[in-house]
């Protein structure tokens, strides 16, 4: 009788590195943009094997793609509570804030020749940078209408992404840098008036911010 020999077991894929291999392709995107971009380079980057990506990820498009959905979401359940919606929106403002997204914008430009081509990695940005700030944007405007503040009527999904849009059109388009004042622009001057809020009334209730 033959005997039928087992299968050789390849040796268990080591996934611990995968976090500082994939903040390295987000560095690399940053800088290069997806058409600069190179395996060679992430590995350099994360300081491992080129083989270990390729093992890992068949192509730099499966890299950058699980690197964007890996990227920092934001935290919706430690959001501002200032009791008004100015104050709460001003609250979002932080420079650490400012700098991850000015990063992640720059991030999509570093990929938007890419996204035609590839609707996975269209996804994976829409999730990972605009849905984010929309998400607790909406969140605020929904606390400001329980309380009273806004009318139940308004245009949470439209309302929601005008600073996620206006901030990329600033960055992508533009090519100038987020900061304070220009985010205080969009709340005082087109968020707050589109919600029916004036200013005089936001800026007796709301505490310094």
């Known amino acids: 009788m033959t005997q039928v020999e087992s299968p050789k077991l390849g040796r268990k894929r ?3 590195r995968d976090p500082e291999i994939l903040d390295a392709a987000l560095e ?10 190179t ?4 590995a350099a980057r994360a300081k491992a094997g080129k083989a270990t990506l390729y ?3 068949a192509s730099k498009n499966e890299l950058v793609i699980d690197a964007v959905a890996c990227m920092k979401r934001a935290d ?19 420079p650490r804030t400012i700098e991850e997204a000015e990063k992640k914008l720059q991030i999509m ?18 999730q990972a940078i605009i849905r984010p700030r929309a998400e607790a944007n909406k969140t605020l405007l929904l606390r400001a209408i329980e309380r009273g503040e806004i009318s139940s009527d308004c245009d949470l999904e439209t309302l929601s992404l005008i600073t996620p849009a206006m901030t990329a059109y600033r960055v992508l388009v533009l090519q100038k840098p987020v900061d304070r004042p220009f985010l205080l622009s969009i709340i005082d001057g ?4 589109a919600v029916g809020i004036r200013m005089a ?8 911010g």
């Open 14 to 16: 080591d996934h611990s």
């Open 28 to 37: 690399v995107l940053a800088e290069c943009g997806y058409d600069g971009m």
């Open 39 to 42: 395996v060679e380079m992430v």
């Open 55 to 57: 093992r890992r990820w």
């Open 76 to 94: 919706l359940e430690h959001l501002p509570d200032t009791g008004t919606l100015r104050g709460d929106l001003v609250g979002l403002i932080k």
């Open 109 to 126: 430009a570093g990929l938007s020749s890419m996204l035609s081509k590839s609707p996975e990695l269209a996804q994976a940005i829409e």
């Open 190 to 193: 087109v968020l707050l008036p």
């Open 201 to 208: 009334d936001s800026f007796e209730r709301t505490p310094a």
